[in-house]
């Protein structure tokens, strides 16, 4: 699982705001952590995902949702946004969504 903070350094790291290594300014921290509520919620309602937690989450949802998130921020950063690459990471969002579990073993049952 990732933090909060993980993904506000992703997000930054997309924007070419943060290098490898560095640890963000409190000021790029803050703008990003103030969307990230937002986004979330609007994500969920619209059934691109569903995030139950807004401090933690899946690695493998972390760079789609960094993505995101950096489009929307792109502007405060004074860099364009990139809706084609937001579209293509709600979409891996969608198809992780509706991959079926297949973590556990299942047993055939007849009904009768």
Do not use: H, W
């Not at 990003?32 to 949802?61: A, H, M, Q």
């Not at 937001?86 to 969608?94: D, K, P, V």
């Amino acid at each position: 699982m990732k933090t909060r903070n993980d993904l506000i350094a992703a997000v930054l790291k997309k924007l070419n705001v943060l290098a490898a290594g560095q640890d963000p300014e409190a000021e790029d921290a803050t703008e990003i952590n103030d969307i990230i509520d937002g986004k979330l919620d609007e994500l969920n309602r619209r059934g691109v995902t569903y995030f139950s937690s807004k401090n933690e989450f899946p690695n493998e949802f972390v760079d789609p949702l960094a993505i995101i998130l950096a489009d929307q921020a792109a502007p405060l950063f004074g860099q364009p946004s990139n809706v084609d690459s937001r579209i293509a990471a709600e979409n891996r969002l969608r198809e992780m969504r509706n991959t079926p579990r297949t973590d556990c073993d299942v047993t055939p049952s007849l009904y009768y």
